[in-house]
């Protein structure tokens, strides 16, 4: 009977059979309004997960919600948050990369600009201490063959 009935719909009709209000759950469980506003749409309220999961089960035992009722939601919300935790481990080391590729790419400019003036400042210094061949060499054609 209760099978197609979301969990937040369940914990309004027993909570308004019980002629409690949103404020008296939340004053019970100690949280903001909003967070059983979010629980009883449907929606996951903004904080960590592990707190979501003791808010639903404090909100049941305060109507009489049997574990039997709201522990299939509470699984099937942990199998959604494993596999959203794995997308976002995923994403901020996709992120991580994407911020070093500058800095390596800069690093990389960088060693090979001082790599180029070291080499240009080493070979300025060797091309003095070369030797002009052209006066060994004969101006003179050779017309002499050695048999």
């Known amino acids: 009977m209760m099978d197609n009935i979301s969990l937040g719909v369940m914990l309004v009709d027993l909570r308004e059979k019980m002629g409690l209000t949103q404020d008296d759950i939340a004053n019970k469980i100690h949280v903001r309004k909003t967070v059983i506003i979010d629980i009883e749409n449907d929606q996951l309220p903004h904080v960590p997960f592990v707190f979501i999961k003791g808010y639903i089960r404090s909100y049941a035992e305060i109507v009489g919600l049997s574990s039997d009722y709201y522990q299939p939601y509470l699984n099937e919300l942990t199998k959604q948050s494993k596999s959203h935790q794995k997308i976002t481990q995923i994403q901020k080391i996709n992120r991580k990369r994407r911020r ?28 003095n201490n070369l030797i002009e061949v052209s006066h060994y060499i004969s101006p003179v054609p050779v017309t002499r063959v050695n048999s």
């Open 100 to 127: 070093k590729t500058p800095f390596i790419l800069w690093g990389i400019f960088v060693i090979l600009c001082v790599l180029g003036m070291i080499l240009y400042y080493v070979n300025k210094d060797n091309k």
